[in-house]
């Protein structure tokens, strides 16, 4: 008798310690649950701003005639239009976003009076620097907004690379581009 009471008891105790390990794991599948449920929406949000470009249509004609005024007064002095544009342009700023433009420019530029300008007025001169590369217009003004500006890719006119032409080799490269007139 007293041999089947210790095993008895013995059954007991197993049994209680399994008990207590099925809670946990319960709760951690709860909270598992609305890990990935809050969690889930960020990447998302993330994949739609990216996809931002200068090609998405970010400032309007109206602030590139402003750029262009404001570029005639503060700028024309020192730089050309070739200077924005083709080889010059895509050595500067392909692969960057346009919040590295506006840093670069709002900083250094005019080289004679850097940060001259308004924000506004930076934004607007961006605008026009687009509109010489051929980007294509929206239906909103481009704003001097550092961390909006830093969601938006600097993309190259399908026309950049062979202005000058210096290799062959680039024309391989011409028909892979995506758009096309
Ligand atoms: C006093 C002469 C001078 C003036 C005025 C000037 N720049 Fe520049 N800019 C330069 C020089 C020189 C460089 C070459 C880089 C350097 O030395 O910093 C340059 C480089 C640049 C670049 C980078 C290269 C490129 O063309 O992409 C940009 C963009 C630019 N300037 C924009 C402007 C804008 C916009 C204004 C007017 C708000 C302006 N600059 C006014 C002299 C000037």
Redesign the pocket.
Known sequence: MSADLHGYRRTIYPRKSVQFRVHPRALFGVGYFWLVALTMPTPRLEAQTSKQSTRSGIYTAAQAERGRM??A???????TAA???GV??A???KDRTVAD?YA??ST??????PG??DPE??AD??A??LKMNAMPVGIADLLADSSALAQIRIELPPKATPVTAPKTQKQTQKPTRKTRP
């Open positions: 404001q570029y007064l503060s700028c024309r002095s020192c730089h200077s924005h544009t010059t342009f050595k500067w700023w433009l670069f420019m250094q530029m005019p080289k004679n009076d001259s300008l007025q930076y001169v961006i026009y620097l």
